[in-house]
T-cell receptor, first 109, second 114 residues
Framework: DAKTTQPPSMDCAEGRAANLPCNHS???????VYWYRQIHSQGPQYIIH???NNETNEMASLIITEDRKSSTLILPHATLRDTAVYYC??????????FGSGTRLQVQP | EPEVTQTPSHQVTQMGQEVILRCVPI?????FYWYRQILGQKVEFLVS????????KSEIFDDQFSVERPDGSNFTLKIRSTKLEDSAMYFC????????????FGPGTRLLVL
Protein backbone atom coordinates (compact mmCIF):
# COMPACT_ATOMS: atom_id res chain seq x y z
CA ASP A 1 0.00 0.00 0.00
CA ALA A 2 1.10 3.54 -0.71
CA LYS A 3 2.62 5.33 2.28
CA THR A 4 1.19 8.66 1.25
CA THR A 5 -2.23 10.29 1.42
CA GLN A 6 -3.41 12.74 -1.23
CA PRO A 7 -6.79 14.32 -1.97
CA PRO A 8 -8.45 12.47 -4.87
CA SER A 9 -9.09 15.57 -6.92
CA MET A 10 -8.47 19.31 -7.11
CA ASP A 11 -9.38 22.13 -9.43
CA CYS A 12 -7.26 25.13 -10.30
CA ALA A 13 -7.83 28.14 -12.51
CA GLU A 14 -5.48 28.58 -15.42
CA GLY A 15 -2.66 30.99 -14.58
CA ARG A 16 -3.06 30.52 -10.84
CA ALA A 17 -0.80 28.52 -8.58
CA ALA A 18 -1.77 24.91 -7.96
CA ASN A 19 -0.86 23.66 -4.48
CA LEU A 20 -1.06 19.89 -4.16
CA PRO A 21 -0.74 18.51 -0.60
CA CYS A 22 0.60 15.15 0.47
CA ASN A 23 0.78 13.49 3.88
CA HIS A 24 3.55 11.00 4.57
CA SER A 25 3.56 10.73 8.34
CA UNK A 26 5.45 7.40 8.41
CA UNK A 27 8.33 8.55 6.20
CA UNK A 28 11.74 7.13 7.14
CA UNK A 29 14.91 9.16 7.45
CA UNK A 30 16.40 7.81 4.23
CA UNK A 31 13.29 8.23 2.10
CA UNK A 32 12.94 10.98 -0.43
CA VAL A 33 9.67 12.59 -1.41
CA TYR A 34 9.15 12.20 -5.16
CA TRP A 35 6.47 13.79 -7.29
CA TYR A 36 5.43 12.39 -10.66
CA ARG A 37 2.49 13.10 -12.90
CA GLN A 38 0.66 11.06 -15.49
CA ILE A 39 -1.25 12.55 -18.37
CA HIS A 40 -3.85 10.08 -19.67
CA SER A 41 -2.08 6.74 -20.01
CA GLN A 42 1.34 8.18 -20.80
CA GLY A 43 4.40 7.16 -18.82
CA PRO A 44 4.75 8.82 -15.42
CA GLN A 45 6.69 12.05 -15.75
CA TYR A 46 9.17 13.01 -13.06
CA ILE A 47 8.56 16.46 -11.62
CA ILE A 48 10.72 17.01 -8.56
CA HIS A 49 12.03 15.36 -5.41
CA UNK A 50 13.50 16.31 -2.07
CA UNK A 51 14.81 14.92 1.19
CA UNK A 52 14.57 17.68 3.80
CA ASN A 53 14.99 21.02 2.11
CA ASN A 54 12.61 22.82 -0.15
CA GLU A 55 13.41 22.38 -3.80
CA THR A 56 12.63 24.28 -6.98
CA ASN A 57 13.16 23.47 -10.63
CA GLU A 58 11.78 24.71 -13.91
CA MET A 59 8.56 22.78 -13.46
CA ALA A 60 7.61 23.19 -9.82
CA SER A 61 8.52 23.87 -6.21
CA LEU A 62 8.44 21.34 -3.41
CA ILE A 63 7.86 22.44 0.17
CA ILE A 64 8.60 19.82 2.83
CA THR A 65 7.59 20.48 6.43
CA GLU A 66 10.30 20.49 9.05
CA ASP A 67 9.11 17.20 10.56
CA ARG A 68 8.96 15.76 7.00
CA LYS A 69 5.48 14.37 7.61
CA SER A 70 3.90 16.32 4.80
CA SER A 71 4.77 18.21 1.65
CA THR A 72 3.22 20.47 -0.96
CA LEU A 73 3.90 20.53 -4.67
CA ILE A 74 3.46 23.98 -6.15
CA LEU A 75 2.89 24.60 -9.84
CA PRO A 76 3.33 28.38 -9.90
CA HIS A 77 1.29 29.21 -13.00
CA ALA A 78 -0.89 26.28 -13.96
CA THR A 79 -1.77 25.78 -17.62
CA LEU A 80 -4.29 23.49 -19.27
CA ARG A 81 -1.41 21.13 -20.09
CA ASP A 82 -0.86 20.61 -16.36
CA THR A 83 -4.15 18.70 -16.13
CA ALA A 84 -3.00 15.27 -14.97
CA VAL A 85 -2.89 12.83 -12.09
CA TYR A 86 -0.15 13.82 -9.63
CA TYR A 87 1.54 11.21 -7.49
CA CYS A 88 3.44 11.81 -4.28
CA UNK A 89 5.73 8.87 -3.49
CA UNK A 90 8.20 8.28 -0.68
CA UNK A 91 11.12 6.05 -1.55
CA UNK A 92 14.77 5.65 -0.55
CA UNK A 93 15.90 5.81 -4.16
CA UNK A 94 16.51 3.03 -6.69
CA UNK A 95 13.81 0.97 -5.00
CA UNK A 96 10.34 0.12 -6.22
CA UNK A 97 8.12 3.16 -6.50
CA UNK A 98 4.72 2.53 -4.93
CA PHE A 99 2.08 4.52 -6.75
CA GLY A 100 -1.16 5.36 -5.00
CA SER A 101 -4.26 6.80 -6.60
CA GLY A 102 -2.77 10.32 -6.70
CA THR A 103 -4.56 13.64 -7.07
CA ARG A 104 -6.41 14.33 -10.27
CA LEU A 105 -5.73 18.01 -11.00
CA GLN A 106 -8.11 19.69 -13.39
CA VAL A 107 -6.95 23.08 -14.63
CA GLN A 108 -9.93 25.16 -15.67
CA PRO A 109 -9.76 27.81 -18.41
CA GLU B 1 17.24 15.65 -23.38
CA PRO B 2 17.91 11.92 -22.90
CA GLU B 3 14.82 9.77 -22.65
CA VAL B 4 13.72 6.18 -22.23
CA THR B 5 12.23 4.66 -25.37
CA GLN B 6 10.03 1.60 -25.71
CA THR B 7 8.96 -0.60 -28.59
CA PRO B 8 6.45 -1.49 -29.78
CA SER B 9 3.99 1.19 -28.74
CA HIS B 10 1.13 -1.29 -29.16
CA GLN B 11 1.09 -5.07 -29.25
CA VAL B 12 -1.85 -7.39 -29.78
CA THR B 13 -1.34 -11.09 -29.10
CA GLN B 14 -3.30 -14.27 -28.62
CA MET B 15 -3.59 -15.86 -25.19
CA GLY B 16 -0.80 -18.34 -24.62
CA GLN B 17 1.65 -16.61 -26.95
CA GLU B 18 5.01 -15.25 -25.89
CA VAL B 19 5.68 -11.52 -26.09
CA ILE B 20 8.84 -9.51 -25.69
CA LEU B 21 8.64 -5.86 -24.79
CA ARG B 22 11.71 -3.78 -25.47
CA CYS B 23 13.18 -0.75 -23.79
CA VAL B 24 16.20 1.42 -24.41
CA PRO B 25 17.12 3.08 -21.10
CA ILE B 26 18.91 6.40 -20.80
CA UNK B 27 22.45 5.74 -21.94
CA UNK B 28 24.46 6.21 -18.74
CA UNK B 29 21.88 4.61 -16.46
CA UNK B 30 22.60 1.29 -14.81
CA UNK B 31 19.36 0.52 -12.94
CA PHE B 32 16.34 -0.65 -14.92
CA TYR B 33 12.73 -1.24 -13.96
CA TRP B 34 9.44 -2.52 -15.34
CA TYR B 35 6.04 -1.37 -14.15
CA ARG B 36 2.58 -2.06 -15.46
CA GLN B 37 -0.78 -0.34 -15.31
CA ILE B 38 -3.97 -2.22 -15.96
CA LEU B 39 -6.61 0.06 -17.44
CA GLY B 40 -8.16 2.21 -14.74
CA GLN B 41 -5.86 0.92 -12.02
CA LYS B 42 -2.69 2.05 -10.27
CA VAL B 43 0.82 1.81 -11.67
CA GLU B 44 2.36 -1.36 -10.22
CA PHE B 45 6.03 -2.26 -9.83
CA LEU B 46 7.14 -5.52 -11.44
CA VAL B 47 10.92 -5.80 -11.24
CA SER B 48 14.19 -3.95 -10.94
CA UNK B 49 17.49 -5.01 -12.51
CA UNK B 50 21.09 -4.05 -11.86
CA UNK B 51 24.42 -5.57 -12.80
CA UNK B 52 22.71 -8.34 -14.78
CA UNK B 53 20.66 -9.45 -11.83
CA UNK B 54 17.17 -8.92 -10.53
CA UNK B 55 17.51 -6.70 -7.48
CA UNK B 56 13.87 -6.53 -6.47
CA LYS B 57 10.61 -8.02 -7.73
CA SER B 58 6.96 -7.94 -6.80
CA GLU B 59 4.48 -10.77 -6.34
CA ILE B 60 3.19 -10.08 -9.83
CA PHE B 61 6.55 -11.01 -11.35
CA ASP B 62 6.11 -14.78 -11.35
CA ASP B 63 7.72 -17.52 -13.45
CA GLN B 64 5.85 -16.32 -16.53
CA PHE B 65 7.95 -13.17 -16.57
CA SER B 66 11.63 -12.72 -17.24
CA VAL B 67 13.94 -9.80 -17.90
CA GLU B 68 17.15 -9.57 -19.82
CA ARG B 69 19.73 -7.07 -20.92
CA PRO B 70 20.78 -8.78 -24.16
CA ASP B 71 23.25 -6.10 -25.18
CA GLY B 72 24.61 -2.77 -24.01
CA SER B 73 21.52 -0.79 -24.87
CA ASN B 74 18.35 -2.87 -24.66
CA PHE B 75 16.38 -4.10 -21.67
CA THR B 76 13.57 -6.56 -22.32
CA LEU B 77 10.55 -7.99 -20.53
CA LYS B 78 9.36 -11.39 -21.72
CA ILE B 79 5.99 -12.87 -20.89
CA ARG B 80 6.17 -16.55 -21.73
CA SER B 81 2.52 -17.52 -22.05
CA THR B 82 0.27 -14.51 -22.00
CA LYS B 83 -3.04 -14.47 -20.15
CA LEU B 84 -6.00 -12.17 -20.64
CA GLU B 85 -5.14 -10.44 -17.36
CA ASP B 86 -1.70 -9.46 -18.71
CA SER B 87 -3.42 -6.82 -20.83
CA ALA B 88 -2.01 -3.54 -19.57
CA MET B 89 0.35 -0.67 -20.26
CA TYR B 90 3.91 -1.70 -19.52
CA PHE B 91 6.37 1.02 -18.57
CA CYS B 92 10.13 0.77 -18.49
CA UNK B 93 12.17 3.11 -16.30
CA UNK B 94 15.84 3.68 -15.64
CA UNK B 95 17.97 5.45 -13.08
CA UNK B 96 21.65 6.19 -12.55
CA UNK B 97 24.24 5.91 -9.84
CA UNK B 98 24.48 7.81 -6.56
CA UNK B 99 23.04 11.26 -6.93
CA UNK B 100 21.06 10.15 -9.96
CA UNK B 101 18.54 7.82 -8.35
CA UNK B 102 15.49 9.39 -9.96
CA UNK B 103 13.60 6.94 -12.13
CA UNK B 104 12.70 8.20 -15.60
CA PHE B 105 9.90 6.44 -17.41
CA GLY B 106 9.35 5.55 -21.02
CA PRO B 107 6.10 6.15 -22.93
CA GLY B 108 4.91 2.58 -22.43
CA THR B 109 3.77 -0.39 -24.51
CA ARG B 110 0.07 -1.12 -24.63
CA LEU B 111 -0.35 -4.90 -24.57
CA LEU B 112 -3.69 -6.43 -25.47
CA VAL B 113 -4.14 -10.17 -25.00
CA LEU B 114 -7.10 -11.68 -26.86
Amino acid sequence: DAKTTQPPSMDCAEGRAANLPCNHSTISGNEYVYWYRQIHSQGPQYIIHGLKNNETNEMASLIITEDRKSSTLILPHATLRDTAVYYCIVCPGRRALTFGSGTRLQVQP
Amino acid sequence: EPEVTQTPSHQVTQMGQEVILRCVPISNHLYFYWYRQILGQKVEFLVSFYNNEISEKSEIFDDQFSVERPDGSNFTLKIRSTKLEDSAMYFCASSGLAGEETQYFGPGTRLLVL
